[in-house]
């Protein structure tokens, strides 16, 4: 797939159903203080086409989104997020030695008075992740995390909690630092969609820190991330 770093998105899979597209990094999915937003680029794309989010991705984070093409698609797809039958997984690179390298995190995320969030040590309704890290260079490893709830803010917050903020992130991580974009993006999705298995890898093509090639490398040991040995949550 050729990248066009002037677009907001790129197509990663078209049919009758849905779109799953490559939303680029800094793109806001909705206007808020904007004057466009991706939706309406989307719309103006696809002209007389009904077109439905079904999850969402943070304004600096890149990646698979999936766009529904009329109410029912979007409907089937609410069910899936909300019954957790979508495998998500995303990358990211962060300085630092993490307090643990690799494993699962658990705990509620709360928001606070700053309005950013937090993980706190209660369950009453936890947010699940899991993950993997990688060594890069100069003190920075490559992360592969899959969520297994869509809490706001989730993997920002648990990256955080682990000691080392997405780079790039400046709500998360130090509020003025040197960097190109926040280092997350969201790299493939797995699921049953009407009888058949439907699978999306998309690595990661815009950020300076993403075309290293140590972290390619660790890209391509990653593709697919569900070929690797995750460990069961029960």
């Not at 004057?35 to 439905?52: C, K, N, W």
């Not at 000691?163 to 400046?170: A, F, Q, Y």
């Not at 972290?215 to 040991?221: C, G, S, T, W, Y």
């Amino acid at each position: 797939m050729t990248i066009d770093q002037e677009r907001p998105y790129q197509i990663v899979e078209h049919n009758e159903d849905y779109l799953v597209i490559d939303k680029a990094p800094g793109v806001n999915l909705h206007r808020n203080q904007h004057a466009q937003s991706l939706i309406d680029v989307l719309h103006a794309d696809f002209p007389g086409e009904s077109l439905h989010l079904v999850h969402r991705l943070d304004d600096a984070t890149s990646g698979l989104l999936v766009i529904a093409k009329n109410p029912v698609v979007a409907a089937e797809f609410g069910g899936l997020f909300a019954n957790r039958e979508i495998e998500k997984f995303y990358f990211a690179l962060a300085d630092g030695k993490p307090t643990k390298k690799q494993g699962m995190v658990v705990g509620d995320i709360k928001k606070s008075r700053s309005g950013s969030y937090l993980l706190s040590r209660t369950r009453s309704n936890p947010s699940v992740s899991q993950f993997f890290s990688f060594a890069v260079q100069d003190g920075q490893r490559a992360y592969l995390l899959k969520p297994h709830t869509g809490k706001t803010h989730q993997l920002r917050v648990v990256m955080k909690s682990l000691g080392v903020p997405i780079l790039g992130d400046r709500r998360y991580g130090a509020s003025v630092q040197e960097s190109d974009r926040m280092y997350l993006h969201a790299m493939a999705l797995r699921f049953q969609f009407r009888g058949s298995e439907r699978c999306y890898v998309c690595t990661p093509q815009i950020g300076s820190a993403f075309l290293d090639g140590g972290v390619q490398e660790i890209l391509l040991n990653c593709n697919p991330p569900w070929g690797i040995n995750w460990p069961s949550l029960s």
